[in-house]
């Protein structure tokens, strides 16, 4: 599937708040790039975010800003496939990013969604490098070596096609909700994605946390079509979460099972879920207490995919 811009990744490519810091002495060049990721494996979809930081070894005060057809900031990035490699555009190339300023031998730090900038769609490894032009120099400098990223999918555990209600954002289209387990090296992620495969749009794909191996995770649709997830993370410990049709994350609670039950969802009166049957961990009680309890993850939500022509 061929994906069209509909939006200006202006605001997109560089997301999170400047971080001024002290750089550490290098010899090696005039600007030294470093960009990292938090594993190398991923599904299709997921946001993808790189952590890069710029460096002013130049000895003067440096202004990064797009000049002619040279952007100062961007990737590289390539799909390696049967030995050959094939460069991979961005969705929009006539970008434009606000200039930075970086003083003499300090440093600025930010961390960027890759998911929505270029379209790493295919199965298979991609290298990928950070990239940053210095007008005043006319140079380009790069992040080396290139991280390799591998693009794989999940396995399918449960699937379902639902409209849209009248009156919320999208009313009377449909989505598509998949959850999906992915598995990493140390453990098995749970995931959802959410599509309207009629127009081409991600609205997400949440990393909903850690899945025991053996165990399915119970999931439930509400009378406004909303999704209700119940998953076991751990030995007697189980994640709820309820997610709208657009992607957002509306509850998330933690529960322990009881000597005699396991929590399960069942549905009130109302028309929504609940979960019974499992003992509620209140977070205020645990910060209370001082114990740091390992935190629900949710994948960061990536920008949702423009429509197909």
């Known amino acids: 599937m061929i994906f069209r811009p509909s939006i200006r990744p202006a605001a997109l490519a560089l997301l999170s708040a400047l971080c001024v810091c002290a750089a550490l002495p290098d010899a090696g060049a005039q600007v030294r790039v470093d960009f990292s990721l938090r594993r190398s494996l991923f599904i299709r979809y997921e946001p993808l975010i790189?952590?890069?930081?710029?460096?002013?070894?130049?000895?003067?005060?440096?202004?990064?800003?797009?000049?002619?057809?040279?952007?100062?900031?961007?990737?590289?990035?390539?799909?390696?496939?049967?030995?050959s490699e094939a460069l991979v555009p961005p969705f929009n190339a006539d970008y434009s990013l606000t200039p930075v300023q970086i003083p003499a031998g300090r440093s600025i730090k930010r961390a960027v969604n890759i998911t929505p900038?270029?379209?790493?769609?295919?199965?298979?490894i991609y290298r990928v490098r950070a990239t940053v032009f210095d007008s005043q120099s006319g140079h380009f400098f790069s992040s080396n070596p290139p991280l390799n990223v591998e693009i794989t999918e999940g396995r399918m555990l449960w699937q379902q096609t639902v409209g849209v209600p009248e009156g919320e954002g999208g009313g009377g289209k449909t989505r598509t909700l998949t959850l999906l387990s992915h598995r990493l090296p140390d453990e098995t992620q749970l995931y959802l994605r959410i599509e309207d495969k009629e127009g081409g749009l991600i609205y997400c794909t949440h990393q909903m946390g850690k899945l025991v191996s053996f165990s399915k995770p119970e999931v439930e649709i509400d009378a406004n079509n909303q999704i209700h997830i119940l998953q076991n993370t751990a030995p007697r410990m189980f994640l709820y979460s309820k997610v709208g049709l657009n992607g957002q994350i509306l509850d998330r609670k933690e529960y322990t099972a009881l000597s005699d039950t396991r929590p399960a969802l069942r549905r009130d009166t109302a028309g929504g879920f609940q979960v019974v049957g499992g003992s509620y961990v209140d977070p205020n009680v645990i910060a209370a207490q001082?114990?740091?309890?390992p935190p629900p993850s949710v994948g960061d939500r990536p920008v949702p995919l423009p429509k197909s022509n």
């Open 117 to 124: 900038l270029y379209p790493l769609t295919e199965f298979g």
């Open 290 to 293: 001082k114990i740091a309890p």
């Open 50 to 83: 790189a952590t890069v930081t710029i460096t002013n070894l130049s000895g003067r005060d440096l202004e990064l800003a797009d000049v002619d057809n040279h952007k100062w900031f961007s990737f590289n990035i390539v799909h390696v496939e049967s030995g």
